[in-house]
């Protein structure tokens, strides 16, 4: 399956299809609607994104996590990048990003941006309550 994919950095990004990477953000979010509070319509908004500009944010966001991973403003740099697709808010896009990894010269390091489930945003105070 698609949602079993690990991004292994911007040139994996890169050298994807649109298509793909569209369908990868499609699977994911599938997959975010089985664990939290279902919404209605929010997996069509996604998939109505246009498949070259999910591929740009994805670049965009992988960059920003490359900068420098361990900077809190490139993470929320990468985040808002994803957020820019239609039915993508900030919990939907560190769950996308907890499928991309950070390169490093040779070294790919996976797990630099978690998943934070909108449940678990609103509990941290990170989020307004879920209405």
Same mark, same amino acid.
């Given at each position: ?35 939290? %509070? !279902?919404?209605?319509?929010?997996? %069509? %908004?996604? %998939?109505?994104?246009? =498949?070259?500009?999910?591929?740009? #944010?994805?670049? #965009? ?9 361990? #900077?809190?403003?490139?993470? @929320?740099?990468?985040?808002? =990048?994803? =957020? @820019? ?9 560190? #769950? ?13 390091? !996976?797990?630099?941006?978690? !998943? ?6 609103? @509990? ?8």
């Amino acid at each position: 399956s698609r949602s079993a994919t690990l991004l292994a950095g911007s040139k994996a990004v890169e050298a994807a299809s649109a298509a793909a990477l569209h369908g990868l953000v499609c699977d994911i979010m599938k997959r975010k609607l089985t664990l939290g %509070q !279902f919404r209605p319509g929010l997996l %069509q %908004q996604v %998939q109505k994104n246009n =498949a070259p500009v999910v591929k740009a #944010a994805l670049v #965009a966001a992988v960059a920003a996590l490359e900068a420098d991973p361990a #900077a809190i403003a490139n993470v @929320e740099k990468a985040t808002k =990048a994803l =957020a @820019e697709l239609g039915g993508v808010g900030p919990a939907t896009s560190t #769950a996308i990003l907890s499928f991309v990894g950070v390169c490093s010269g040779d070294v790919v390091t !996976f797990g630099v941006v978690p !998943f934070m489930a909108d449940e678990s945003m609103k @509990e941290g105070g990170l989020r307004k309550p879920l209405k």
